[in-house]
């Protein structure tokens, strides 16, 4: 059978969906035995690297080939040193499962874990050296079997006081069928699951007046710091009711027990992983936190009449890409001038639609606050009040140049250099079958205006990730299958070697 040939016809047929290329490279996977010749070796060559992470401590980054049009038998893990401005030098490459999509280091550089979609989507645990090189590791507890999906996002964390670490994994991202994964992860037995979302506190009833309807959350992040995971509504289908207006909600003019409503399509979820992990019970762990802000990222203003500028576009917000946590135990560092109003325990998310916006929302820790007390007082999935303060971090409606072009943010980062340290970002055009020949910036905040922040096009096409070492930028390729550098000196971007 001709996979490849058929991926490509499919991928003009449909056009462009991240979610759909990674089905039919499933289904390429499965039919690859319908041919007789036999597929080479990846050997140290680039196929695919949609994953990539960062070492805590060395110059090295972490490249998953997922190997999308099987040419290949395997993909593989590469480890790359990024320590001078010459290309990205090749330390090892280990082969690994096909289909690659996420990796998370632990930020003791003792382990890392990749993620990989194929037909049984897995966890796999990679031991890391003295010299950063990784391994997989031989014990059969370290590999993690998932259900059936696409793996989107992998995070581990160490919490303040938890002797094992935390691994949340999402799958089907940006779709009605997004689901979370919480497991403990213990390096001497392996993996506990403590949670997946919605199934272990929501499930549908036809005899709900509302409707039997789905709940989806996504783009989930952990302040270590506060304990907490947040992940964001990606909206419903078959919901029946009426939420009251958000200018409503803000002014208190709206009762919070209203049966015909349920916040809880329009909030964050909200997850005390303490509680969770102490064996609290999951409907007594978590609560949601509802979400609005206006066209221009901002809350509304209260007291004034609803068709006032700030309040005219002011609604629930349900549709997220990708977030990012600033915590004071997890981040490289604390963000300054021009983002230094980007406080700790804040979260940057970018928004899912024609207008990909960078939005800030601040508050997590009157979030875990208000939550822990509600939940110590009995309550079960208790629908927060406002804690979340919205403000814009990067707006494309300052970018004229963006106009009609939908775009996708699939990550943020840190990035420091110098005395600054500020948000970037990876921005990939999204048209219609055009896949694998998308054009990409990544972005770096150093104005409070999108259209003054550093940015740059590379000359790669078909950008699927980055990771950024230090003031170090390392984006990947799956349209041409290769790797670049790039550099950040503080107020401007500067390509570096290739690697191919």
Not at 101 to 126: C, D, H, N, R
Not at 202 to 215: E, H, Q, W
Not at 390 to 413: C, G, N, Y
Not at 437 to 446: D, L
Request: aromatic share 8%; net charge neutral.
């Amino acid at each position: 059978m001709e996979t490849p040939r058929m991926l490509n016809s499919l991928g003009q047929l449909f056009g462009k969906s991240w979610a759909f290329f990674i089905a039919l490279a499933v289904i390429a996977q499965v039919f690859s035995g319908c041919g007789k010749a036999q597929r080479a070796s990846i050997g140290n060559r680039i196929d695919s690297p949609i994953a990539m992470a960062t070492h805590p401590s060395l110059p090295i980054t972490y490249v998953l080939n997922a190997v999308l049009g099987g040419e290949y038998e395997t993909g593989s893990l590469q480890s790359f040193n990024l320590s001078s401005d010459a290309p990205p030098q090749l330390l090892s490459a280990q082969n690994s499962p096909r289909l690659g999509t996420a990796i998370a280091v632990a930020k003791t550089g003792e382990f890392l874990l990749a993620g990989f979609s194929g037909s049984t989507p897995e966890i796999l645990v990679y031991r890391l050296g003295k010299n950063g090189i990784a391994t997989r590791s031989a014990e059969a507890f370290d590999r993690l079997t998932l259900p059936t999906g696409r793996i989107g996002t992998l995070q581990v964390v160490r919490l303040v006081g938890q002797q094992n670490w935390t691994v949340v994994a999402s799958v089907a991202d940006r779709s009605f069928e997004a689901q979370i994964f919480v497991y403990q992860y213990s390096p001497q037995s392996g993996f506990r699951k403590l949670l997946s979302t919605p199934g272990d506190f929501y499930r549908p009833s036809r005899d709900n007046s509302l409707g039997a309807y789905t709940l989806a959350w996504g783009s989930p992040v952990v302040f270590e710091s506060l304990g907490v995971l947040a992940a964001f509504p990606y909206g419903t289908l078959g919901y029946l009711g009426l939420n009251p207006t958000a200018l409503d909600w803000l002014s208190g003019k709206a009762a919070s027990a209203n049966a015909m409503s349920d916040l809880r399509t329009v909030s964050a979820l909200v997850v005390d992983l303490n509680r969770l992990i102490s064996g609290s019970g999951v409907e007594s762990s978590l609560g949601y936190a509802p979400i609005a802000f206006n066209q221009e990222g901002e809350s509304a203003n209260p007291t004034a009449d609803a068709s006032s500028a700030k309040n005219s576009s002011y609604s629930f917000r349900t549709s997220y890409q990708s977030a990012y946590a600033i915590d004071s135990s997890s981040s490289l560092c604390a963000p300054n001038s021009p983002v230094a109003s980007l406080a700790i325990n804040t979260a940057v998310v970018a928004t899912n639609g024609q207008s990909v916006d960078v939005i800030a929302l601040s508050g997590f820790n009157a979030v875990a606050a208000q939550l822990r007390t509600r939940l110590e007082q009995g309550e079960r999935q208790p629908v927060l009040g406002n804690v979340l303060s919205p403000q814009p971090v990067s707006m494309a409606s300052q970018m004229p140049e963006l106009t009609d072009i939908r775009t996708l943010i699939p990550q943020f980062e840190l990035i420091q250099s110098g005395g600054l340290c500020t948000l970037a970002w990876l921005r990939v055009e999204q048209r219609r079958s055009s896949l694998g020949a998308e054009k990409s910036r990544i972005q770096v905040v150093t104005a409070q205006s999108a259209a003054e922040q550093a940015q740059v096009e590379s000359p790669l096409l078909g950008l699927a990730s980055f990771s950024v070492n230090g003031s170090t930028i390392l984006t990947g390729s799956f349209g041409t299958n290769q790797l670049q550098q790039f550099k950040f000196d503080g107020s401007k971007i500067q390509a570096g070697g290739l690697f191919q």
